[in-house]
């Protein structure tokens, strides 16, 4: 017996249909016509072919030579065994069920969710009964599809299995045309770790199957398995995966940088620089009212991105029928959806944190925006013309925020003024929606259609004569009479700021605009022109 030195190169086997191109660990035998190399204890931490043999003794490899030649037949009557959730689609059924029950009856699921905790194959039943989530618009790790067409190809049975409700995984079976027998939660039983470990022993045999997972739960079914395939696991699993001294492929398939960044939206923040609107009206700038203005716009950022995450988990199965929302984190799978949970929960937690700093009043309207937001997310943004104003609420609960904490009174023809403004850039938003939609009657998500359109171009414009109406009356009023020297130049800076208006809402007619108003906002170098244009005429009234 020669010991194998790691610069040595592990020879080939004889025969064709064998290759062993490819790296294996530093400790593994091989055989090449007679002569062995063989290292102990046997590790396999690189990819490994169904076909490839690994030895982990002198006895089976004296034999090994003659087994060579049928091991293609013998592969081929493996079954290839996949998870589901988190391994073949980059999501989960349960939390995929779970939110899209939620959004469709909130209270109903809540009550599920409370009777049924302790029984989760009858929770996940009970879900269904409420609605599905639309499998055919489910994230799919192309990987592990090619694995398994290409098992089928070769001849090889494939079968998934999951804790997921049977229906489900039936849907999502045919939706790939994988043929044969699936396997899923009944309703009683939840075939999920050891249950089901025990269930592929009992139906193939201990190491009977291959067998692709992605997470702890997949650890008894991996110990039982001929071959480990693993998605993307952590140190703490690779390291575990490497005692079981078996075949082991890993697929790497790790969230994108930044992507819960991404999925918080921070270009958005720049909506609350609104709670500096007081503070600009008032000419308050004294260093102690800035500081807690600011702190109140990163509590107002951070809670906004919570409900962010919320919004886009209950929004799921429109976003991913919309040709740009398609690619947000949670919609396209990068952002695993219990990983969003944990990060809008902690979110919330920390905004409500921030917001008391300033004071218990920031810290309730903070509160109340939360609220209302989720509230929106569920119930009104669904309902027509009731969405456009709740959002147009939404940006004046900021001025509010902001004024509660710099403690300054806001005139009430500015908060006029700002109502009219977001209520014409809400309804902008849904013009540039529909606009956009192609071959489809309903704006998904939303209450509109396309008979709408007219409507709302006549609300946006509509909405543009009142936000000029409305400031014109701000500037003649006590309240600016006390802070600027010539009413009449600045109500002469209404002009930059309706012509600004007016161009956003016929851009959006023409679907030339970002389906985010403030996205465009942010990008339109010719708008911002205009706003300055209104800024500086607004300075010389001073």
């Known amino acids: 017996m020669k010991e194998c030195q790691p610069q040595d190169k592990i020879p080939k086997l004889p025969s064709a249909r064998n290759d062993l191109n490819q790296t294996l660990a530093d400790k593994i035998c091989v055989v090449n016509k007679g002569l062995t190399y063989w290292r102990s204890p046997l590790v396999i931490q690189e990819p490994l072919q169904p076909n490839a043999y690994v030895i982990a003794n002198e006895k089976e490899a004296e034999s090994v030579v003659e087994q060579n030649d049928d091991t293609t037949e013998r592969t081929a009557d493996v079954p290839l065994v996949l998870d589901v959730d988190g391994t073949l689609l980059r999501t989960d059924l349960l939390y995929e069920t779970f939110w899209a029950a939620l959004g469709h009856d909130f209270f109903t699921t809540l009550w599920i969710l409370i009777t049924c905790w302790t029984s989760p194959a009858r929770l996940k039943r009970r879900l269904r009964n409420i609605t599905d989530p639309n499998v055919d618009l489910l994230p799919v790790r192309a990987a592990i599809l090619d694995l398994a067409h290409e098992a089928i190809a070769r001849g090889r049975p494939v079968h998934l299995v999951s804790g997921s409700d049977q229906g489900l995984v039936d849907a999502v079976a045919h939706r790939f045309s994988l043929p044969g027998e699936h396997f899923g939660s009944d309703g009683t039983h939840n075939l999920t770790d050891g249950t089901k470990a025990g269930f592929l022993t009992d139906r193939f045999g201990e190491r009977g199957y291959d067998y692709a997972g992605n997470s702890w739960a997949d650890c008894k079914s991996w110990k039982n398995a001929r071959q480990v395939i693993a998605v993307s696991p952590g140190a703490r699993l690779s390291a575990w995966l490497t005692k079981l001294a078996q075949p082991m492929q890993i697929l790497k398939d790790e969230w994108p940088p930044g992507v819960l960044l991404k999925e918080m939206r921070p270009h958005q923040w720049v909506k609350n620089l609104l709670l500096f609107l007081p503070l600009l009206a008032a000419q308050e700038f004294q260093p102690a009212t800035i500081l807690q203005v600011l702190i109140a716009i990163l509590a107002f950022s951070i809670g906004a991105s919570a409900i962010y995450i919320v919004n886009d988990l209950l929004d799921l199965e429109a976003d991913r029928q919309h040709p740009e929302k398609r690619n947000r984190p949670i919609a396209s799978g990068a952002l695993p959806i219990r990983a969003a949970m944990a990060a809008s929960t902690l979110l919330g937690i920390a905004a409500l944190g921030l917001a008391s700093l300033v004071s218990p009043g920031v810290a309730a309207l903070t509160l109340t925006y939360m609220i209302s937001s989720l509230v929106y997310s569920l119930w009104l943004k669904k309902l027509r013309w009731i969405d456009v104003i709740t959002l147009a609420c939404l940006f004046l609960l ?46 998904p998500g939303r209450g509109y259609t396309k008979s709408d359109l007219i409507n709302l171009e006549k609300a946006s414009y509509l909405g543009v004569i009142l936000a000029a109406l409305f400031f014109v009356g701000y500037a003649f009023s006590f309240a600016a009479s006390e802070q600027f020297s010539s009413p009449i130049l600045l109500a002469l800076s209404v002009f930059p700021i309706t012509f600004w208006l007016i161009r956003v809402v016929r851009l959006s007619e023409l679907g030339e605009e970002d389906y985010d108003p403030i996205m465009f906002v942010a990008h339109d170098k010719f708008g911002l022109v205009l706003a300055v244009i209104g800024v500086a005429i607004a300075l010389l009234a001073v």
Request: with cysteine.
């Open 398 to 443: 900021r001025v509010l925020t902001g004024a509660e904490a710099s403690q300054i009174d806001v005139p009430g023809w500015l908060l006029a003024f700002v109502f009219a403004v977001f209520f014409t850039l809400a309804c902008v938003k849904r013009v540039t929606g529909l606009t956009r939609v192609i071959k489809v009657g309903r704006l």
